[in-house]
């Protein structure tokens, strides 16, 4: 089982769409939630971090953590066609302070 | 700006020739890390350096060295490269969590190796 696993897309909404994006981690023991956005051939972009269960806005950007569930979720309303790229979910556990990344979901926004 | 600076941005190398990759912040922050980035993959954890710990990760191989002269800098250095060491490297950087603060990982734009 991989430690944290997103569905690679692509996720295709229209523009002015809300699109969700998926997580799901799997030690249990994780304290850090954190969705970076990585355009093609550009290095990742921290969009949101999450550090306790319920929701957290940012705009038009919301994270969603479940501890019990094991997951964590990225909300983005209001699409627009420069929010497409691919976004990775990264996570962090107790112990140092090592990320581990999921491959990431490649969201496509259509005008 | 407070940034995380890699150099070169592009760099062709042949098979077997030593290459260094060099990154460098003016953040202040106390942790430096190194990942391996290949098309459609997830970054991979290389190593990381606390202070001037140096911390490796168990499947690094040993073609893959680093150093940390000071805070701010720090350097890849990839002893025979080859083809399968083509890839996107990123630097990143974060706070001491034992400070209290957020431990975001902030990345600098990626040096783009290719190998002949």
């Known amino acids: 089982q991989k430690e944290v696993e997103q569905n690679s897309g692509p996720l295709s909404v229209p523009e002015g769409a809300i699109a969700s994006l998926n997580c799901t981690y799997s030690?249990?023991?994780?304290?850090?939630f954190f969705w970076y956005r990585q355009y093609s051939g550009k290095s990742p972009e921290l969009i949101m971090f999450?550090?306790?269960?319920g929701d957290k806005e940012d705009g038009r950007f919301t994270a969603q953590l479940n501890k019990a569930s094991q997951y964590v979720s990225l909300l983005i309303r209001d699409s627009q066609p420069s929010d497409s790229a691919t976004y990775l979910c990264?996570?962090?556990?107790?112990?140092?302070?090592?990320?581990?990344f999921g491959t990431g979901t490649r969201l496509l926004v259509s005008p | 700006d407070a940034m995380v600076i890699q150099n070169p941005r592009y760099q062709v190398t042949q098979f077997g020739k030593p290459v260094t990759l060099s990154c460098s912040q003016t953040?202040?922050?106390?942790?430096m890390y190194w990942y391996q980035q290949k098309s459609s993959q997830a970054p991979k954890l290389l190593f990381h350096?606390?202070?001037?710990?140096?911390?490796n990760e168990a499947d690094t191989p040993d073609n893959f060295q680093s150093r940390r002269p000071n805070t701010s800098f720090c350097f890849l250095d990839i002893r025979s490269p080859g083809l399968g060491d083509a890839a996107m490297y990123l630097c990143?950087?974060?706070?001491?969590?034992?400070?209290?603060?957020?431990?975001?990982?902030?990345f600098g734009p990626g040096t783009r190796l290719t190998v002949l």
């Open positions: 350096y606390y202070d001037k710990d140096f911390n």
């Open positions: 953040l202040n922050h106390n942790v």
């Open positions: 999450i550090y306790s269960n």
């Open positions: 990264a996570v962090m556990g107790t112990g140092f302070q090592k990320l581990v």
């Open positions: 030690d249990r023991g994780s304290q850090s």
């Open positions: 990143a950087t974060s706070r001491d969590r034992a400070s209290g603060r957020v431990d975001e990982q902030f």
